[in-house]
């Protein structure tokens, strides 16, 4: 990949590290597939919530899942594979200890998982299933979005199928290529009446998966699936939930405000630091958890404070989520802003299958647009 | 000598017993003389949905043409064993799955097709994309990603394609009603062509697939519908995820032939009576080939879970399609283990070569991340934040369909 290399170089003279970088970025993908782009941080669980455990992501939502069909009898788990456990695991142990007609397998069929989910939460029981990847939701686009997303609305709230929640794998995991890697979040995100999370590691996931699987509206629940065995903390084994629409401040900073969710949320933890050493530049970053709604409070207050924003995430640039973060803060903090609002992210070109380094929004992409906000 | 090519032609305007009578003897004329130039075999009978009468049971091959069989059917097996050991090696990115155990379905289906014809499937596809005349180095150049693959390492496992093989689809059931827009294309422009539209058993509960059936009998699509049924779906047996796993039935309307998949001149003799039937106006048709894979799904499933070893062992002994080809050709005269022998080696280096170009070749470079994501670009850039910005939109690909 010479002539990349001449690229970079020519429109990145200055910077010498990036070119470094990019380049043995470039050469770890052709030896190995499973170069992660990040480096997890761990969270630290309430102490409110109990003893704890080593969990990693997969066993975290496997617990969660568990947990709602220990305490709710209505509750259901389903979808291509599941019975055995799930292409990630997920629901492993799941049938055995909660039985056949609790924990099952759909056939292949997506728009049918999806309605058929639709039908158990608007008939009272709690739906809990998965689509194997979200680059596979697409068949049920039209079920997520005119069926689940309106009956509440459509009926004058008569019927509903608020106890539906949907669980997909999502995200780039280092090889996966054009259908293996997508964060459809934003089409989705363009629908009220849905609720949308991400969670960023294992104890957020399974306490957010609960609060999922409880509230009153269909939710959404994107799984970063690199996360799956990456991601390991201590986490909490009883039963607990999260707030959903709430957004966490994962770093205190003062110069600037890094906004993102899931995987991204390493990331950024991770140009927090560089920016501290390299710039002495000191970073706030906000994990917004629910994209939708989205906690618009708690990232306003944060860019009025700082005065600088960064937003990233690896779905393409237009009308990424990012978007309507960046309108939101021009509207809010538009007297408070030192610079315009910045936005990292995947290109506006399908998810490519060998230029995936390229095209996620690694580090070194976001520390350089620290820099350039940091010195508009 | 005569060749046996003349004194097949020679009889050609005979009466069909005659013929048959005249064949026989050829056969055994040519076999008395220590060569063989066509044998006939009996087929498992095929079974019917909605058809009067179906393919024949009697089914021969030339000696050409059993060559030709061995051969595609021999290198796609390797170009599958070359694929699992690139895989291994991490030099391939994305997913991949192998089509080891089903060569008899795509090589039987082949040599039925004309040149009019055209075949989409789903993602196990390295060994249509050969047959369909992409060379072994573009199936595993494409695998790892580098500028020799066909679709110039943009693609990878799942997405290969060339003239009349419309790929290569990672979303399940995709291919159906596209299958069916592609034969119906064919037969509005009068190109008197079918498509062979494959999906698994799994797929075949896709939803999709049953909108398809409907619109190709509305209007008489020639398009052949062909599940692949080799037991399972990812981890789920076909049992467990089709409340009939009767697939030849289950275009209700559609009539149906449930085939030895294992059986590559069966395969080729249903797909010829496909042709036929879905050619003369009749419309569509649905053939069910019954056959196995031996590895996992993809290569992240080691395929043990949910079936045992002894099972696929099993098929390897009793049901495996080169094998018993092999053995048929061997045991006619029509081939000499010698002579395959000689084929063997002949793929063993070519698909050893390739394999070698494919780990060393090149990628296709940066700019190409924003090629063809357009064909007509009203803006000239790709959006991004990039250190590469702007990256310029460029046309790359020659876009085969147009041509
Ligand atoms: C819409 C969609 N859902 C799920 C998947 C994941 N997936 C890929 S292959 C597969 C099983 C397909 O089985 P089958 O149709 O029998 O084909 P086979 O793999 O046996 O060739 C599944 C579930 C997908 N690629 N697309
Ligand atoms: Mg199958």
């Known amino acids: ?376 | 000598m005569f060749s046996s090519i003349q004194l097949t032609r020679n009889i050609a305007h005979l009466s069909p017993r005659t013929k048959k009578n005249g064949r026989l003897q050829l056969q055994k004329f040519l076999q008395s003389h220590g060569f063989a130039s066509e044998a006939s075999f009996e087929t498992k009978p095929y079974k019917l949905h909605k058809l009067e009468s179906g393919p024949s049971t009697h089914v021969s091959v030339t000696k050409e043409d059993a060559l030709v069989i061995y051969r595609q059917m021999n290198t796609i097996r390797r170009i599958e064993t070359a694929a699992g050991n690139l895989y291994k090696e991490k030099i391939v990115r994305g997913f991949c799955h192998l089509y080891s155990g089903q060569e008899a379905c795509a090589v039987g289906m082949r040599s039925a097709m004309r040149k009019q014809d055209s075949i989409i499937s789903a993602y196990r596809v390295h060994g249509w994309t050969y047959l369909m005349g992409v060379p072994v180095l573009g199936v595993l150049a494409e695998l790892t990603g580098r500028k020799s693959g066909c679709a110039r390492g943009k693609g990878g496992s799942m997405h290969m394609y060339c003239k009349n093989f419309y790929g290569g689809n990672g979303i399940v059931g995709a291919q159906g009603p596209l299958g069916t827009g592609v034969a119906f294309a064919s037969q509005y422009k009068e190109e008197g062509g079918v498509c062979f539209t494959l999906y698994g058993d799994g797929a075949a509960n896709q939803g999709q697939l049953f909108e398809a059936y409907n619109i190709a009998k509305l209007m008489n699509i020639p398009v052949i519908y062909v599940c692949e049924n080799n037991g399972y779906g990812m981890g789920t047996s076909a049992e467990r995820s089709s409340a009939s796993t009767n697939y030849y039935t289950r275009g209700d309307y559609i009539p149906g032939i449930w085939v030895d998949g294992m059986d590559v001149l069966a395969v080729r003799e249903a797909a010829k009576f496909a042709i036929e039937y879905a050619t003369s106006g009749k419309g569509p048709l649905i053939l069910e080939t019954v056959t196995y894979r031996y590895s996992g799904h993809s290569m992240s499933d080691p395929g043990t879970s949910y079936r045992t070893r002894d099972e696929v062992q099993v098929v390897r002994q009793t049901r495996d399609p080169i094998t018993s080809f092999k053995e048929k050709i061997i045991n006619t005269e029509l081939a000499t283990p010698d002579e395959l022998k000689a084929i063997d080696a002949e793929i063993k280096k070519e698909v050893d070569a390739a394999n070698k170009t494919a780990k060393e070749d090149t990628e296709i470079t940066m700019e190409e991340i924003a090629g063809d994501v357009y064909s007509n670009t009203l803006e000239p850039t790709i959006r991004n934040i990039t250190p590469w910005n702007p990256l310029t939109h460029k046309r790359v690909g020659p876009a085969l369909n147009l041509k």
């Open chain 1, 1 to 376: 990949m010479a002539a990349s290399s001449k690229l970079m170089h020519k429109v990145f003279k200055d910077a010498s590290q990036f070119l470094k970088v990019g380049c043995r970025l470039q050469a770890q993908n052709v030896i190995c597939r499973h170069a992660s782009h990040f480096t997890y941080f761990k969270d630290e669980p309430l102490k409110e919530f109990g003893d704890t455990s080593k969990t990693n992501m997969f066993q975290a939502i496997n617990s969660a899942m568990d947990i709602a069909l220990d305490t709710d009898s209505s509750a259901v788990v389903f979808g291509e594979d599941v019975a055995f456990g799930g292409v990630f695991r997920c629901s492993m142990g799941l049938q055995e200890k909660h039985g056949k007609d609790r924990v099952f397998n759909s056939p292949l069929c997506e728009q049918g998982i999806v309605a058929f989910g639709i039908g158990l939460s608007v008939a009272g029981s709690t739906a809990i299933s998965e689509i194997q990847f979200a680059d596979y939701i697409f068949p049920a686009f039209d079920q997520i979005v005119n069926e689940a997303a309106k009956f509440r609305y459509r009926s004058g709230n008569l019927s509903n199928c608020g106890s539906l929640t949907i669980r997909a794998p999502c995200s780039a995991v280092g090889h996966g290529g054009l259908y293996h890697s997508q964060s459809p979040e934003a089409y989705f995100a363009h629908t009220p009446g849905l609720k949308i999370v991400i969670p960023r590691g294992p104890y957020k996931a399974k306490g957010l998966l609960l609060s999922c699987i409880r509230d009153k509206d269909p939710c959404l629940f994107f799984e970063p699936k690199i996360l799956y065995r990456t991601a390991e903390e201590e986490v909490p084994v009883n039963d607990y939930t999260l707030p959903l629409g709430k957004a966490d401040i994962v770093k205190a900073g003062s110069d600037i405000t890094l906004v993102g969710w899931g995987t991204q949320v390493h990331v950024l933890l991770e140009v927090a630091k560089l920016a501290e050493e390299q710039f002495n530049v000191s970073c706030e970053v906000i994990d917004i958890v629910s994209i939708l709604p989205w906690d618009k409070n708690t990232v306003c207050e944060s860019v009025k404070k700082t005065g600088r924003v960064m937003i990233a995430h690896e779905a393409p640039l237009t009308n990424g989520f990012g978007a309507e973060i960046a309108a939101t803060i021009q509207e809010e903090c538009f007297l408070y802003l030192e610079s315009p609002v910045k936005r990292v992210t995947g290109f506006d070109t399908p998810f490519p299958l060998i230029f995936e380094p390229f095209y996620i929004p690694s580090k070194w992409r976001c520390l350089q647009a620290v820099k350039e906000t940091v010195h508009y």
